[in-house]
């Protein structure tokens, strides 16, 4: 079944840019979804399809896609992007919809 | 507005099931599959199957091929996931939630239902 790897965490100062990354093998062919949870609350999708934000999103939070890597980023981070962060892409496997491991979010 | 309101926490022995029910409302119910995702303490999401309100079709995760019954009520917008033969290593949130089709994202959720396995 298809891989997506995310690293554990991400560190970045109030004001700075998070980039959060979500591996997989040739993922640039493939639509790729951002959540993002906080503790205790469901998941939210922030970015959709690589790189549409839904509405009610800021536009600090944006994304790409392309090779083997898709990317999250969160330009000015505030104190209330502290959070988990998960990739999803759907695939033609067995399991076809997968979850990256979440990448966790600390705002310094 | 768009909701799906999940219904309350259980707690379960092991060897037993769980029925965990998924209501939705704000759209039309047959338009968008429903999905179940699980979270167990302190870990990620894991993908466990989809039901097609229109015709009541699912679709699993291998890993719970023969423990995990999906079903429908249309009169009630009402999904159910059934989740039997529970080991402590299912205690876990359950999420349901909803997409329009592959491959478009989980667009709504709902708030979780936790679910504790324990002798």
């Known amino acids: 079944s298809y891989v997506l790897t995310q690293p554990p965490s991400v560190s970045v100062a109030p004001g700075k840019t998070a980039r959060i990354t979500c591996g997989g093998n040739?993922?640039?062919?493939?639509?790729v979804h951002w959540y993002q949870q906080k503790p205790g609350q469901a998941p939210v999708v922030v970015i959709y399809?690589?790189?549409d934000r839904p509405s009610g999103i800021p536009e600090r939070f944006s994304g790409s896609n392309s090779g083997n890597t898709a990317t999250l980023t969160i330009s000015t981070v505030e104190a209330g992007d502290e959070a988990d962060y998960y990739c999803?892409?759907?695939?033609?496997?067995?399991?076809?919809?997968?979850f990256g491991a979440g990448t966790k979010v600390t705002v310094l | 507005q768009v909701q799906l309101v999940q219904s309350g926490a259980e707690v379960k022995k092991p060897g037993a099931s769980v029925k965990v029910s998924c209501k939705a409302s704000?759209?039309?119910?047959?338009?968008?599959?429903i999905h179940w995702v699980r979270q167990a303490p302190g870990q990620g999401l894991e993908w466990m199957g989809i039901?097609?309100?229109?015709?009541?079709?699912?679709d699993n995760a291998q890993k719970f091929q023969d423990r995990v019954t999906m079903t429908r009520d249309t009169s009630t917008n009402t999904v159910y996931m059934d989740l039997s033969s529970l080991r402590s290593d299912d205690t876990a949130v359950y999420y349901c939630?909803?997409?329009?089709?592959?491959?478009?994202?989980?667009?709504?959720w709902g708030q979780g239902t936790m679910v504790t396995v324990s002798s």
């Open positions: 939630a909803r997409s329009l089709g592959d491959p478009s994202t989980f667009d709504f």
């Open positions: 704000g759209y039309t119910f047959t338009s968008y599959y």
């Open positions: 039901i097609n309100p229109t015709g009541g079709r699912t």
């Open positions: 040739n993922i640039g062919s493939k639509s």
């Open positions: 399809d690589d790189s």
């Open positions: 999803q892409v759907w695939d033609s496997s067995s399991d076809p919809y997968v």
